[in-house]
């Protein structure tokens, strides 16, 4: 049993990294699924209950990058208040509905748009929705870095 839960953890963080680039996974909290499904299997003896809760407190962390880093991009190229809630609703829904694509597109379009209604420069807009992309893309570094911060972490916590 020891190796299946062995195995189902190793597949479930490496599922989770490959979240990062392929749509419909999710990324962080399958590598948390995955430290927490070791923890519960060795009854926390391994790994203390307290490190799997800040594993937990920094997979929400990623979760809120993945929400709001487009908004932010928006925000810094100067966009309008209309452009960050279309930005931020388009992208909820079209996440909701296809994902990461959804995601980048919902968010580029909600910016656009917004700028566009607001401005009516087509060119500002353009700018603001690029910002939106920027701030995605930041975003999909900053969830990388955390998530090899989670298995740091846990694996850091399996060897001392």
């Known amino acids: 049993m020891f190796v299946l839960v062995i195995i189902l953890t190793f597949v479930l963080i490496l599922a989770g990294f490959a979240g990062l680039f392929l749509p419909y996974l999710p990324d962080a909290p399958l590598v948390f699924a995955g430290v927490l ?5 060795n009854g926390f003896e391994v790994i203390h209950p307290i490190t799997v809760v800040v594993l937990g407190l920094l997979t929400l962390v ?7 880093s487009s908004q932010l991009g928006v925000k810094k190229l100067g966009g309008s208040t209309l452009a960050l809630v279309l930005s931020f609703f388009l992208g909820l829904i079209a996440l909701i509905l296809w994902n990461i694509p959804g995601l980048i597109i919902g ?10 209604i607001k401005s009516g420069d087509l060119k500002q807009s353009i700018k603001v929705s690029m910002g939106s992309l920027l701030g995605f893309l930041s975003g999909l570094l900053c969830k990388g870095i955390i998530m ?7 694996v850091g916590a399996l060897i001392f």
């Open 37 to 41: 499904l070791f923890s519960i299997y």
């Open 62 to 68: 990623v979760i809120i990058i993945d929400l709001f």
């Open 148 to 154: 090899i911060w989670l298995v740091g972490i846990f």
């Open 107 to 116: 968010t580029l379009g909600g910016a656009l748009l917004g700028e566009f």
